[in-house]
């Protein structure tokens, strides 16, 4: 079948199902093999003008358009006469098929890449919750420094930088919250409830990093 444009063509590949009532096998496909060639001329005059309204690289397009326009039909509509039905399944052009290869083997290489990276970005998320909740908990308990070293020498080494990091930052969180408490004691008239709150805060804080006694 010719596609738009005329330069290419599409090729059809048809199944004929026949049908007729009281007659034997034998003589039904005697006459259906008597009848393709009327059968074949049938189908093209369907698939023609559908054909011509498709470029040449939308095959699958027009198979599914044809196919619609195909189902429910029997022919002939007529008379006792053996009847058929067809479907059909359309590839496109082989100048056609080689020029759509690059472009496929590019989107396939980029969906294949998309799809590792995806999966790359859930092992290293999944990872990187692994590895904190591990931090976390070691972080909170004093015995476990030494027993960080048993995982090896280059982990031991990273949590104890992560560790002084945390610690160094806690000196400086602690004064500018006393800064705070200080900073709005009303004109020394008492605390507000403004001040009282950052006390709280202050003293959670203390206690829950070790720089003052638990009471």
């Known amino acids: 079948m010719p596609a738009k444009g005329d330069a290419f063509d599409f090729r059809l590949y048809v199944v004929y199902v026949w049908t007729a009532h009281r007659m034997t096998f034998e003589e039904l496909r005697f006459r259906a093999e008597g009848y393709l060639t009327w059968a074949c001329g049938v189908l093209r005059e369907q698939a023609v003008e ?14 599914q358009a044809l196919n619609a326009h195909l189902s429910g039909q029997r022919w002939p509509r007529q008379g006792t006469a053996p009847s058929f039905t067809a ?7 082989e100048r056609v098929r080689e020029r759509l290869r690059p472009y496929w083997e590019d989107r396939i ?4 890449d998309h799809e590792l990276q995806k999966v790359r970005a859930r092992q290293a998320d ?8 591990v931090l976390q908990n070691l972080e909170g308990d004093p015995l476990t420094m030494h027993a960080a070293r048993l995982t090896g020498e280059q982990f031991a080494e990273v949590f104890r930088r992560y560790v002084a990091e945390r610690r160094e930052t806690v000196p400086e969180l602690v004064d500018l919250l006393r800064e705070a408490v200080r900073g709005h004691n009303d004109l020394n008239m008492g605390p507000s409830e403004y001040t009282q709150a ?4 202050l003293r959670a804080y203390e206690r ?8």
């Open 87 to 93: 479907q059909v399944r359309v590839s496109p052009d």
């Open 109 to 112: 290489k980029l969906e294949c």
């Open 208 to 215: 829950q990093h070790g720089l003052v006694e638990r009471g």
């Open 50 to 63: 559908l054909a011509r309204r498709h470029e040449p690289h939308r095959s699958h397009e027009l198979e």
């Open 198 to 201: 950052w006390d709280a805060a």
């Open 126 to 133: 999944d990872l990187t919750r692994r590895w904190c909740a």
